[in-house]
C-alpha cells in the first residue's frame, strides 16, 4: 500500500481559507467514508481534526471542515488563524483492518 | 480521560529488535472502544501506521512490516507492547503508541512519542 499523496506545502494569510487535498484510490479514499485529518505542531504529537471525512471531534473549531470525492478527500480551514501555522496529515481505511497514511502538507499561515 | 505513554530504548543497533511498551492510564487496556496502535514517523517525514492489537490479544500489522513485527499486550500492568526485529536505520524513527477508536477509524488518543535510532 502506498502513501497517500498530499502538497507539500499551503499558504494563506490571516483570515482566508486554505484547502489541502488527500488523494488515494479506490481501495482507500474512495472505497470508504473513513477519512481522517490530524493536526500536528513540530516535536508534538499528532492531533485528531476531522473523522469519517467530515465530522470533527468535540473542540475542534468550525473553521475546519472535511469532504470528499471519488479517491481525493479535502481539508479547508475557513477564516486562517496564526494557530492553524502546522502540519496536516490525512490518513483512510485501506481494508483488512489497515489504515494508511498520507506524506503530509505543510499550512503556513502568512 | 484516558493517556499513554511510550517507554523504551532510545537506541538499538542494526540487526537487533527494537522494543517499546506503551502504558495506558485513566482507563482499562481491555476497553473494547480501541485499537491499541502503534505509529511512526521517519526523521523529517510523514506518518506510517505499523498496527494494532485489540483487547483480545487480536492482532493486524502493516503488510510491509508484518514479517518483522509483533505486538503483545499485559492487562495487569495495563500495558501494550511492539517487537520489530531486525532492525536497519530504516527503522529509525519517532514512535507513537495510539488508541484507535474501533467506531470511527481514526487515531482519537496519541502517547507523546518515544524516539528510537537505529545504530551500528
Known amino acids: 500500500q502506498s502513501a497517500l499523496t498530499q502538497p507539500p506545502s499551503a499558504s494563506g494569510s490571516p483570515g482566508q481559507s486554505v484547502t489541502i487535498s488527500c488523494t488515494g484510490t479506490s481501495s482507500d479514499v474512495g472505497g470508504y467514508n473513513y477519512v481522517s485529518w490530524y493536526q500536528q505542531y513540530p516535536g508534538k504529537a499528532p492531533k485528531l481534526m476531522i473523522y469519517?471525512?467530515?465530522k470533527r471531534p468535540s473542540g475542534v473549531p468550525d473553521r475546519f471542515s472535511g469532504s470528499k470525492s471519488g479517491n481525493t478527500a479535502s481539508l479547508t480551514v475557513s477564516g486562517l488563524q496564526p494557530e492553524d501555522d502546522a502540519d496536516y496529515y490525512c490518513?483512510?481505511?485501506?481494508?483488512?483492518?489497515?489504515?494508511?497514511f498520507g506524506g503530509g502538507t505543510k499550512v503556513t499561515v502568512l | 480521560q484516558v493517556q499513554l505513554q511510550e517507554s523504551g530504548p532510545g537506541l538499538v543497533k542494526t540487526s537487533q529488535t527494537l522494543s517499546l511498551t506503551c502504558t495506558v492510564s485513566?482507563?482499562?487496556?481491555?476497553?473494547?472502544?480501541?485499537?491499541w496502535s502503534w505509529i511512526r514517523q521517519s526523521p523529517g517525514k510523514g506518518l506510517e501506521w505499523i498496527g494494532y492489537i485489540y483487547y483480545s490479544g487480536g492482532t493486524d500489522y502493516n503488510p510491509s512490516l508484518k514479517s518483522r513485527l509483533t505486538m503483545s499486550l499485559d492487562t495487569s500492568k495495563n500495558q501494550f507492547s511492539l517487537n520489530l526485529r531486525s532492525v536497519t536505520a530504516a527503522d529509525t524513527a519517532m514512535y507513537y503508541c495510539?488508541?484507535?477508536?474501533?467506531?470511527?477509524?481514526?487515531?482519537?488518543?496519541w502517547g507523546q512519542g518515544t524516539p528510537v535510532t537505529v545504530s551500528t
Open positions: 495510539g488508541g484507535q477508536d474501533t467506531a470511527l477509524v481514526a487515531v482519537v488518543i
Open positions: 490518513s483512510s481505511y485501506a481494508g483488512s483492518n489497515n489504515l494508511i
Open positions: 485513566g482507563g482499562s487496556i481491555s476497553n473494547g472502544d480501541y485499537y
Open positions: 469519517e471525512v467530515s
